[in-house]
């Protein structure tokens, strides 16, 4: 039978107290508050990656749309619901992970993909009557921001993410629905967000096991327009 050393025995369990502390600070690194819970389905941010950049999915499962009106507090259930996206088109925008920062302080991030939003982002809500072929033409302008703790310069998280902070977007809602007689038609329109989380560090340089958060937070750029239709 192979012996083990006393000395190889307490190296081992020195090695396994360590593990132990570094899976337990990695857990409770400090996380963003997630201010936009909803998100555009992926089905259709799948299809605004065409060409044109327009996608439509229609629901009419009756499970599906029974689920909707509780989430939206509807008093009655929608015959079905309609989702049209358009992304906003992407400007030339590059991270640069490499910057001008001593040693002692560095940036990491989480990218939380596209289409997110809230109804904090809804910018009207209104009902059309039929019959009618109608048509909305909307438009506002949206900036990107952040929502956190940093202390090191803006410009640092713009290169880190490659994000223009307090840059201008267009944001335009354009549609025409055909209303059949007898129906309604309840409108939504949102901007969605992509998001990319930060965290801010103080310590040895990309070593996040041997540093302390100094801050954190979320990006948000806008990146869509969203139209959501409930027939009744």
């Keep these: 039978m192979k012996k083990v050393s006393i000395t190889s025995m307490i190296l081992l369990l020195i090695c396994s107290l360590f593990v132990s502390v570094v899976s337990a600070d990695a857990d409770n690194i400090p996380q963003p508050l997630n201010t936009k819970p ?31 009106a509780v989430q939206d507090g509807l008093q009655e259930v929608p015959k079905k619901v309609e989702y049209e996206y358009v992304p906003i088109k992407d400007k030339d925008q590059n991270s640069n992970q490499f910057t001008t920062l001593a040693n002692v302080y560095f940036l990491t991030t989480q990218d939380k993909g596209r289409g997110h939003y809230s109804s904090s982002d809804m910018y009207k809500e209104f009902y059309v009557y039929g019959p009618d072929n109608f048509t909305i033409s909307e438009a506002i302008k949206k900036s990107t921001y952040y929502d956190g703790e940093i202390k090191l310069d803006v410009s640092v998280l713009e290169a880190k993410v490659g994000i223009k902070i307090g840059e201008e977007r267009d944001v335009k809602w354009s549609s025409t629905t055909e209303i059949k007689k007898g129906e309604r038609v309840r409108f939504q329109l949102y901007t969605t967000w992509h998001q990319i989380n930060y965290w801010e560090w103080f310590g040895p340089n990309g070593n996040t096991g041997q540093s302390k958060c100094t801050g954190y937070g979320t990006v948000y750029d806008p990146d869509g327009q969203l139209i959501k239709k409930a027939y009744f």
Excluded: H, Y
């Excluded at 799948?46 to 909707?68: C, F, H, M, R, V």
């Design 38 to 68: 909803n998100r555009v389905p992926f089905e259709l941010l799948n299809q605004s990656l065409s060409e044109n950049g327009t996608a439509t999915i229609t629901i009419t499962d009756p499970q599906k749309l029974k689920e909707i």
